[in-house]
Nanobody, 126 residues
Framework: QVQLVESGGGLVQPGGSLSVSCVVSGRTFRRYDMGWFRQAPGKEREFVAAIRWSGPYIYYADSVKGRFTISGDNAKNTVFLQMNSLRPEDTAVYYC???????????????????WGQGTQVTVSS
């Protein structure tokens, strides 16, 4: 069984930065590729970023490209999402996910992931 626990969300002003993290337990960290998704009120869950360790291959949604960075710390079984230049439209619950997508297309869709964290709230507001 794989368990994911996110942390690091909070309130930040527009233009600010925030880092959220996801600790993976239960199985070998790099057995699963990792993704970050987010869901704003009244909207569907959307892809944010993903990393496939085999490359590694890294993918970002166009809306966050150049502002967000996904990374991992193998020793700590943790994946991070560093968010810079935050905008009010980045406000959402952020979820990490673990799975085995085999392509870029698969890495960007939620059904490719088998395990999910509980989510952490990120609010960008002045």
């Amino acid at each position: 069984q794989v368990q994911l626990v996110e942390s690091g969300g909070g309130l930040v002003q527009p233009g600010g930065s925030l880092s959220v993290s996801c600790v993976v337990s239960g199985r070998t960290f790099r057995r699963y590729d990792m993704g970050w998704f987010r869901q704003a009120p009244g909207k569907e869950r959307e892809f944010v970023a993903a990393i496939r360790w085999s490359g590694p291959y890294i993918y970002y949604a166009d809306s966050v490209k150049g502002r967000f960075t996904i990374s991992g710390d193998n020793a700590k079984n943790t994946v991070f999402l560093q968010m810079n230049s935050l905008r009010p439209e980045d406000t959402a619950v952020y979820y990490c996910a673990a799975g085995n997508p085999i392509s870029a297309t698969q890495a960007m869709v939620a059904p490719s992931y088998d395990y999910w964290g509980q989510g952490t709230q990120v609010t960008v507001s002045s």
